[in-house]
């Protein structure tokens, strides 16, 4: 059971480029998250999903997209990177409220520089 | 909106002793849960121990131990018989009606042998 899988773990990007960071998920959840976290800070959402096909706007969503075609995979698209996108990345997961606790389970990261 | 405060940004303990985290909580909501995470320097996020706030009971899991008191909205981690492995960033979290997780802005634990 892999869990949360994030790829790519690390990237370096140049200033207007665009790339998508990969997020899977092989628990059936139907929640799935993307947060990001700058030094010596907390998380900070950027954009969530409560299912296939619906997903909506979080605290920082400025600068991404977001699209959510399958209940496994939730990627994350920056458009035109910018230094202030600088961070780490991490995608999670969780069931709808249920006896399995509510747990929100994170993928390992994905450390961004944009430059 | 819901907030999560941690007044803590750093703390330290000695080994094999005991400390305490401080989380408090805004909220209107009756039906949540609260969460504390630890986040090593590898950034990965481990769920420490989770709290229904249906439930009194405070939860428990084996070193760790929060004491909640719903109605002052406080959420505290009791960490006892400190480890050298227990060093790490210390976040703690509110999810509710919303589903979205509020992370409050981490305390620094340190470890001292």
């Known amino acids: 059971n892999a869990g949360v899988t994030q790829t790519p773990k690390f990237r370096i990007l140049k200033i207007g480029q665009s790339m998508t960071l990969q997020c899977t998920q092989d628990m059936n959840h139907n929640y799935m998250y993307w947060y990001r976290q700058d030094p010596g800070m907390g998380l900070k959402l950027i954009y969530y999903s409560v299912g296939a096909g619906i997903t909506d706007k979080g605290e920082v969503p400025n600068g991404y997209n977001v699209s959510r075609s399958t209940t496994e995979d939730f990627p994350l698209r920056l458009e035109l990177a910018a230094p202030s996108q600088t961070s780490v990345y991490f995608c999670a997961s969780s069931y709808l409220r249920s006896s399995s606790g509510n747990t929100i389970y994170f993928g390992e990261g994905s450390w961004l520089t944009v430059v | 909106a819901q907030t999560v405060t941690q007044s803590q940004p750093e703390m330290s303990v000695q080994e094999a002793e005991t400390v305490t985290l401080s989380c408090t909580y805004d909220t209107s909501e009756s039906d949540y849960y609260l969460f504390w995470y630890k986040q090593p320097p590898s950034r990965q996020m481990i769920l420490v121990i989770r709290?229904?706030?249906?439930?009194?009971q405070n939860a428990t899991e084996n070193r760790f131990s929060v004491n909640f008191q719903k109605a002052a909205k406080s959420f505290s981690l009791k960490i006892s018989d400190s480890q050298l492995g227990d060093a790490a960033m210390y976040f703690c979290a509110y999810k509710g009606g919303s589903e979205k997780l509020v992370f409050g802005k981490g305390t620094k634990l340190t470890v001292n042998p």
């Open positions: 709290q229904e706030a249906y439930k009194q």
